[in-house]
């Protein structure tokens, strides 16, 4: 299921094809090249002028994820490893998880359980971890607004192609029997363009926003179980407390997941 903004994208394109072919068009007739350097070339370099370049080189990354998706964080199996270290906090103290470091895969949850461990304050700890939070969110927020910036731009550049093209048009009006091709060509930068935004720059962009909401709410569960072990909290009502975190269909799965979690779904593309 993590590919689901591949499979609707092309999805999209498909119902495209289908819907030309059966109103008797040809799909080939909608290549352009001119349209296509106009549209794509131009929304590139607008970003670039909107953006700083090391930006603009992650998007080829950020695209790849988007459409295939990353791997996703594993809520319940999260849960169920905090609770664990409660209750073995409660039976032997604090200094008894520096042992079980070595289980946790999720460099977060090592790095909070890491910080109790050390004896920092909790507020401290709740400091350091949030900041860290608030600065991945950040960051996720700029990779997803380039995409959105892609989905803006691009219709308008489709549009001035059209008017570029219909310009040529009315330079050759001593050819009427050539002005429905020419009309027609000209309005293929405006599909380009309008298609291109809603079509993929759009969807990414709001895959990848849904992907690092997740990756927050994740994090914030952790969060919480961190200072909960800190505190000394009872296990029963802290799996309690991170049940609120996670979906409620999958509250259920948290007896049968597993120790550890996978990686956060968006940490490389940071």
């Given at each position: 299921m993590k590919q689901t903004t591949a499979a609707g994208i092309g999805g999209a394109f498909v119902c495209l094809l289908l819907g030309v072919i059966l109103e008797g068009g040809n799909p080939m007739a909608f290549i352009n090249i001119p349209a296509f350097i106009v549209v794509v070339g131009g929304t590139v370099c607008v970003l670039?002028?909107?953006?700083?370049?090391?930006?603009?080189?992650?998007?080829?990354?950020?695209?790849?994820?988007?459409?295939?998706?990353?791997?996703?964080?594993?809520?319940?199996?999260?849960?169920?490893?905090?609770?664990?270290?409660?209750?073995?906090?409660?039976?032997?103290?604090?200094?008894?998880?520096?042992?079980q470091l070595e289980e946790v895969d999720?460099?977060?949850?090592?790095?909070?359980v890491s910080l109790i461990v050390d004896g920092t304050d909790s507020s401290v700890v709740e400091t350091i971890l949030q900041s860290e939070i608030d600065g991945m969110s950040a960051r996720h927020a700029r990779n997803a607004k380039m995409f959105a910036t892609l989905g803006g731009f691009a219709p308008t550049?489709?549009?001035?192609?059209?008017?570029?093209?219909?310009?040529?048009?009315?330079?050759?009006?001593?050819n009427p029997g050539a002005l429905g091709h020419s009309i027609a060509?000209?309005?293929i930068a405006t599909l380009y363009g309008v298609g291109s935004a809603n079509l993929v720059f759009l969807p990414m962009g709001n895959r990848l926003k849904?992907?690092?909401?997740?990756?927050?709410?994740?994090?914030?569960?952790?969060?919480?179980?961190?200072?909960?072990?800190?505190?000394?909290?009872?296990?029963?009502?802290?799996?309690?407390?991170?049940?609120?975190?996670?979906?409620?269909?999958?509250?259920?799965?948290?007896?049968?997941?597993?120790?550890?979690?996978?990686?956060?779904?968006l940490q490389e593309a940071a």
């Open positions: 670039l002028a909107s953006s700083s370049m090391e930006e603009a080189m992650r998007l080829p990354k950020l695209a790849i994820l988007a459409m295939l998706g990353g791997s996703s964080v594993d809520g319940p199996a999260a849960a169920k490893q905090m609770v664990g270290l409660a209750e073995k906090a409660r039976r032997e103290g604090l200094l008894a998880l520096e042992a999720d460099e977060f949850t090592k790095k909070g550049l489709g549009i001035l192609g059209t008017v570029l093209s219909l310009v040529h048009v009315l330079e050759n009006l001593s060509g000209a309005f849904g992907m690092s909401e997740v990756e927050v709410n994740y994090r914030e569960m952790i969060l919480e179980g961190v200072l909960a072990l800190q505190a000394g909290d009872n296990p029963s009502m802290l799996a309690e407390r991170l049940d609120t975190y996670l979906d409620p269909t999958e509250r259920g799965k948290k007896d049968d997941a597993g120790s550890g979690t996978s990686e956060p779904m």
